[in-house]
T-cell receptor, first 118, second 114 residues
């Protein structure tokens, strides 16, 4: 079974509108972390936002917010006021076993390609 | 954020040859990883680069094909050996740092094997 599921291969959004990119995850751990990355056409991976499983509040970073619903095991990324430069691939990722400061590798979803229309 | 520089950024290689990718990180990075991203795909972990010892490989990846070195805390190399067109991918060096273990990435090395 996939650990990270991103069900939207591609999404379109109008410039200045908000968009939600879906991500669900599967883990039996109580202690885990969820990440979102952006990958423009240049290929670099840019970290956007992080949510720990014990964090009670949804993470926010500028125009990015993470809609964390623990019971549903979902960690959707919300981008407000979309800009043309937001057009890119977006990957959701998870690290398990983070209790005690584990810094193991991340498991990535298949990604969602976001296209922002002018 | 951590600084990770990687080279070459891209290369075109002939079948049967080998290429070594270099990755330099700043001193605050603790763990280092090498990922592969095949065209149109997500990232797949190749191995964890261990300082001063053999890398820890994921299932499906072997040392003979992807030898990795990490002679010190801030430098690692990945060699793609005896390349075939199926090895055409982006290879990404990454490292963790900080309480969240946020994973930072280099710019990636885009390899095309003819």
């Amino acid at each position: 079974a996939q650990k990270i599921t991103q069900t939207q291969p591609g999404m379109f959004v109008q410039e200045k509108e908000a968009v939600t990119l879906d991500c669900t995850y599967d883990t039996s751990d109580q202690s885990y972390g969820l990440f979102w990355y952006k990958q423009p056409s240049s290929g670099e991976m840019i970290f956007l936002i992080y949510q720990g499983s014990y964090d009670e509040q949804n993470a926010t970073e500028g125009r990015y917010s993470l809609n964390f619903q623990k019971a549903r095991k979902s960690a959707n990324l919300v981008i407000s006021a979309s800009q043309l430069g937001d057009s890119a691939m977006y990957f959701c990722a998870m690290r398990e076993h983070i209790y005690g400061g584990s810094q193991g590798n991340l498991i990535f979803g298949k990604g969602t390609k976001l296209s922002v229309k002018p | 954020s951590a600084v990770i520089s990687q080279k070459p950024s891209r290369d075109i290689c002939q079948r049967g040859t080998s290429l070594t990718i270099q990755c330099q990180v700043d001193s605050q990075v603790t763990m280092m990883f090498w990922y592969r991203q095949q065209p149109g795909q997500s990232l797949t972990l190749i191995a964890t680069a261990n300082q001063g010892s053999e890398a820890t490989y994921e299932s499906g990846f072997v040392i003979d094909k992807f030898p990795i070195s990490r002679p010190n805390l801030t430098f690692s190399t990945l060699t793609v050996s005896n390349m075939s067109p199926e090895d055409s991918s982006i290879y990404l060096c990454s490292g963790t740092r900080g309480n969240t273990g946020e994973l930072f990435f280099g710019e990636g090395s885009r390899l095309t094997v003819l």
